[in-house]
């Protein structure tokens, strides 16, 4: 991925744009995959709100991004005050970036009767970084974690109904999707737990004999291939060897599952990953000498998704 | 002060004028199974479900026109029902719950440009949904086919008959066995429910008990259960309805609305101002509309027409119902002002299948959903939320001011006028699909203003 963009970026180099452009292309290929995945986000809001009728204010959409903000940055300062070993870092602005992720993925996916709601989540989410966390990792995708706090103590929803099965949609969440997992090196987490539901889901839809559309009906819902794409795939809160996210992501799967079609919890696949995510500090553990264990060698990518 | 009395008459006077489709069939969930040769097809149906937390009353509604001892429907359940989980429903309350929740006309009057700007508006209110419910067959016990009849009584002028079964050869058999006549394919599509556990409420009717009574419809059954599972089978109702049928579905919540999980929901066209010819044949605009939208969404997607508290609307297609009417709708959280009433006069008052809790909260979501095989693949599956947001589809006629106007501000008000018509004609066309020379030839717009539209309008709209 990276170096496709600097291929394609490097042709107008020789030009006499190619001090610029030199420079452009070097932040592109060296961004992390928060820039992507921020631009990403932003454009499933248009879509949702454009082409999904989705009645969502604005002002709302700035509330959560900046309690989201605020909260990253009264905890960041509160968290050098009292580990004296970072506070010769600077001020953590890379965390604003993050924050504005998880502001997006709320907006993306918590519904409330007020303000105040997504506030309480936004502000949730963020705490459960510095709150729940162990060696620069954390317990649970921030807002996830918001999320499932709001929806359990506040008048919060999700639906997920809201982007529909239509074939268009899966394309642009797929590539999309893609681009920014191949940058990040999580692909290996969306097919594992994509694969494992959707062999439950073939399994069992076979044995009831409903038809291969009731199927493929099921498995192409946009909130699913969603989750699967960028929710799951949050490099700070999945096992680091990819062996152990692999098996993590499998368990991901099948517990959405059991949820979904044993304990009838719609929005199953969101409410696994809730009570998995803690596992992956289990998984760490016992995947640590793998040899996929690669990617802890570089510095994390922090790529929360939802 | 009087002038002040009229201006806020206005906002509260509103003439409502609803009509559903011209002939909203209604029809169940399940199949028709019918004895005779009778070509039976159920293409469009009401179902009222009144849920909080597992608790569900379901309440269904059906079109059925044949002969009545052709009548049985088969709908798959979630759990054994006993004979006192079962209920005859008053049709009424069905015809209440479409009013109050329909798609609705306001009419707005222009007043004398030449005067102080006022606004008068009436309402008036139709509905045209007609109730008319099922009928059934007979049942015997052959358990070699593993059918097992789990229960059997008779409610109202219905008998049913609860069965569980373990294989979908089995009670195809045993049902023809009865004097069922199942339409093709029914053991396929029997076996799923079968494997997830469902039992199957069977339903004819019994002659004698329906000769008793006064009404000339089969009446709604209402059934009361508990189960995680909030879904509704559309599947069964597949095979003996040709293309397309109509479910209008009121969820009935003390929370907030409810939502379709496995497929999405649109908001139906609302707050649009449409020429004021439309007044006349409202239903047939909202019947162009509604197909409409239905095909410009790609047809699997369901449409919400109305989400509401219960308490109040504005303005209101119909009164909101009373307490009486909503325990008649299954609602069964509601306070109980008068249980001793309740108790002493049980026979005709409907005292909710579950206890009363502290909450008088009613809202209601009502979505029209247009399914057929191809597009709603699987059973519709719902979800409760705390979502307080309201919707109508509402649709608003202004007329003009018929009087005499002699001032420098008629011309004015002549000019925004024909804009105005100009306007709701190109939004007609493009809710309706109808042909813009007809709107504009229905809707008298005047020549002068033809000669401000550029010509290419005549055959293209925005």
């Known amino acids: 991925m990276e170096q496709s963009i600097s291929g394609f970026w490097g042709r107008f180099d020789r030009g006499r744009w190619s001090p610029h452009l030199t420079k452009l292309t070097t932040k592109l290929s060296n961004a992390d995959g928060r820039i992507y995945q921020i631009l990403f986000l932003s454009i499933f809001l248009g879509l949702g709100v454009i082409e999904r009728d989705w009645s969502l204010s604005w002002s ?38 993050s924050a504005l992720v998880t502001g ?12 105040l709601t997504m506030i309480f989540a936004a502000f949730t989410a963020i705490a459960s970084k510095f709150i729940f966390r162990i060696r620069q990792k954390h317990w649970f995708n921030p807002a996830n974690f918001g999320i499932a706090i709001a929806l359990l103590f506040g008048s919060a929803w999700i639906s997920p109904g809201q982007w529909g099965h239509d074939l268009w949609l899966m394309v642009v969440f797929a590539s999309l999707g893609f681009a920014v997992l191949g940058k990040v090196g999580r692909w290996d987490t969306s097919l594992a737990f994509f694969a494992s539901y959707a062999a439950l889901e073939g399994i069992r839809n076979f044995y009831l004999g409903w038809e291969t559309d009731v199927l493929l009906h099921r498995l192409s819902s946009g909130s699913l291939l969603l989750f699967a794409l960028f929710m799951i795939t949050d490099p700070r809160s999945t096992p680091n060897a990819r062996l152990g996210r692999i098996f993590w992501a499998i368990l991901v799967g099948i517990i959405s599952f059991i949820f979904q ?16 995510a803690p596992l992956s500090v289990v998984f760490d553990r016992l995947f640590v000498g793998s040899r996929f264990g690669w990617l802890s060698k570089r510095p994390f990518a922090q790529f929360s998704l939802t | 002060m009087s002038a002040l009395l009229k201006f806020l008459s206005s906002f509260f006077l509103c003439f409502l004028a609803f009509i559903f489709c011209s002939s909203p069939a209604l029809a169940f969930c399940g199949f028709y199974v019918a004895k005779a040769d009778a070509k039976l097809y159920n293409q469009a149906s009401q179902v009222a479900i009144a849920r909080d937390g597992n608790r569900t009353v379901l309440t269904m509604a059906n079109d059925y026109q044949g002969d009545l001892k052709d009548f049985a429907i ?50 008036a209110m139709r509905s045209n949904s007609v109730l008319q419910s099922p009928s059934a067959a007979k049942a015997r016990r052959q358990e070699s086919l593993g059918v097992t009849i789990e229960e059997k009584f008779t409610v109202g002028e219905y008998d049913i008959l609860i069965l569980s079964a373990k294989e979908s050869n089995g009670l195809e058999t045993w049902l023809t066995q009865n004097g069922y006549r199942l339409p093709n394919g029914a053991s396929q599509l029997l076996q799923p429910y079968i494997r997830q556990g469902l039992k199957f409420f069977v339903a004819k009717v019994n002659l004698a008990e329906k000769a008793k009574s006064d009404s000339q419809n089969l009446r709604p059954l209402m059934m009361a259960f508990e189960s995680p599972k909030f879904m509704l089978p559309i599947r069964l109702g597949m095979t003996n309805a040709r293309g397309e049928q109509d479910l209008l579905v009121y969820l009935l919540s003390p929370k907030g609305q409810t939502e379709l999980v496995n497929y999405r929901t649109a908001k139906i066209p609302s707050d649009l101002e449409i020429p004021t010819y439309v007044k006349s044949n409202f239903g047939e605009f909202y019947k162009a509309m509604f197909n409409t939208s239905h095909l410009k969404e790609g047809k699997s997607l369901a449409f919400l027409e109305y989400a509401w508290d219960m308490s109040s609307c504005d303005p209101c297609a119909a009164d909101p119902l009373s307490p009486e009417e909503l325990r008649g709708a299954g609602v069964f959280w509601l306070d109980n002002p008068n249980k001793d009433a309740a108790l002493s006069n049980s026979g005709r008052r409907r005292p909710g299948f579950f206890p009363p809790t502290n909450n008088s909260n009613v809202f209601i979501t009502r979505l029209h959903v247009r399914y057929a095989r191809n597009t709603f693949p699987e059973d519709l599956s719902f979800k409760e939320t705390s979502n307080r947001q309201q919707f109508q589809g509402r649709y608003i006629l202004r007329f003009p001011f018929k009087g005499e106007m002699k001032c420098e501000a008629a011309k004015e008000y002549r000019k925004q006028l024909r804009d105005r018509q100009e306007k709701e004609a190109v939004i007609l066309a493009s809710l309706t699909n109808w042909n813009m020379q007809d709107i504009r030839r229905k809707a008298n717009i005047t020549q002068n203003q033809e000669k401000n539209v550029p010509f290419w309008r005549n055959i293209w709209r925005n």
Request: charged letters at 20%; proline letters at 6%; a neutral charge.
């Open chain 1, 60 to 97: 709302r959409v700035g509330i959560t991004l900046s309690a989201c903000g605020f909260t990253q940055v009264f905890f960041a300062l509160l968290y050098q005050r009292f580990n004296s070993q970072d506070s010769a870092q600077r001020f953590p602005f890379s965390g604003l970036l």
């Open chain 1, 104 to 115: 997006l993925s709320l907006c993306l996916l918590l519904r409330a009767n007020s303000d």
């Open chain 1, 261 to 276: 079609n044993y304990l009838f919890i719609s929005a199953a696949p969101f409410w696994a990953l809730f009570v998995c």
């Open chain 2, 74 to 123: 088969v709908i798959p359940v979630p759990t054994v029902l006993k004979k006192d989980q079962v209920r005859v429903g008053d049709p009424k309350i069905m015809q209440r719950l479409d009013a109050f929740s329909a798609p609705r006309l306001v009419e707005y009057y222009d007043s004398d440009p030449c005067a102080r700007l006022e606004e008068f508006s009436r309402d």
